[in-house]
């Protein structure tokens, strides 16, 4: 009876070395987590830098406007407002650029506010700008005396006649190599729609 309780006793105290797939996970695990913090260093390193620092300057050239069918396979519709827009755009992105910036994704939108929507937002041009631009010889930077939309304004109904509230402005997002992806507006500028079609 009492020779039992030893031997069980010798056969707890055996020691049992880890298999090679959970050496394998341990170093893996304590890898990435050092990758992971290096990671979340180096993008903090980068966020004392202003995303705002470029001054953005956009001059509207002219503004017309005209009533067309946006959809014009569907019957019985009404027209709506077109707005056709050209404005001058002067920009210097090159501050943007740093280690940890891959490219910027740019575009123009219009904001303005009718009866039936207290806010409309839509995009009338947009560019990708990559990092090669900024360590080429071609710098990061926009200076156009003349830019026509790429995309329609369109309103859906009759929100844009002798609208006096429009906004255009830059916006841009910042395609990063780690961390978040900011989106930064700048240069807004006001004007007003016509009172009658051309």
């Known amino acids: 009876d009492l020779k039992t309780p030893k031997a069980t006793h010798r056969r707890e105290g055996v020691v049992t070395m880890h298999s ?20 979340f260093m180096c993008f903090l390193s980068t966020q004392l830098s202003s995303q705002s620092c470029p001054s953005v300057d956009i001059n509207v050239d002219s503004v017309t406007l005209h ?14 407002d077109f ?7 002067d920009a210097d992105l090159s501050c943007l650029f740093n280690w940890n910036t891959k490219q910027l994704f740019l575009y123009v939108t219009a904001e303005y506010e009718t009866e039936d929507n207290e806010y409309n937002c839509i995009t009338l041009w947009d560019r990708i700008m990559v990092r090669q631009e900024e360590m080429g010889d071609t710098p990061a930077k926009i200076n156009e005396m003349v830019v026509h939309t790429k995309y329609p304004f369109f309103d859906d109904g009759k929100g844009l006649k002798a609208n006096p ?9 910042i395609i990063p190599n780690a961390g978040i ?6 240069g807004k500028t006001y004007f007003k729609f016509p009172n009658s079609y051309a």
């Open 181 to 186: 992806l900011p989106r930064v507006q700048s």
């Open 165 to 173: 509230n429009v906004s255009l402005s830059l916006n841009w997002n």
């Open 20 to 39: 090679f797939l959970t050496r394998a996970n341990a170093v893996f695990a304590f890898s990435f987590s050092c990758l992971t913090g290096v990671t």
């Open 83 to 89: 707005g056709n827009v050209t404005f001058g755009m």
């Open 67 to 80: 009533a067309y069918k946006q959809f014009g396979h569907i019957r019985n519709r009404k027209k709506d």
